[in-house]
């Protein structure tokens, strides 16, 4: 079955950089278009960040372009989230998602 493992959250300070991971499994990820998305408190989660399966198209959400940046591993099924000059509003839980499964979420934490 599809598993997502998201890894790499924790707590950063304003400006700081902070590299996400999604490890995929039970579909073959070098086929696949994936997704990052965030859901902040009491907000409706949110689209982050698309790359298609070869990795070479790239789309983000105006909030965060220019400062993250997605990237893949298809020799090991991997979805990475290169987040720079955080701000304190990017503080959220951040899934990988394949189709309309989602992993468990990883929280990123910004402190002003």
């Known amino acids: 079955q599809v598993l997502l493992v998201e890894s790499g959250g924790g707590l950063v300070q304003a400006g700081g950089s902070r590299r996400l991971s999604c490890e995929a499994s039970?579909?073959?990820?070098?086929?696949?278009?994936m997704y990052w998305e965030r859901q902040a408190p009491e907000k409706e989660r949110e689209f982050v960040a698309s790359?298609?399966?070869?990795?070479?198209?790239?789309n983000y959400a105006d909030s965060v372009k220019g400062r993250f940046t997605v990237s893949r591993d298809n020799a090991n099924d991997t979805l990475y989230l290169q987040m720079n000059s955080l701000k304190p509003e990017d503080t959220a839980v951040y899934y990988c998602?394949?189709?309309?499964?989602w992993g468990q979420g990883t929280q990123v934490t910004v402190s002003s």
């Open positions: 998602r394949y189709y309309n499964w």
């Open positions: 039970g579909f073959t990820f070098s086929w696949a278009t």
């Open positions: 790359i298609n399966s070869a990795g070479t198209s790239t």
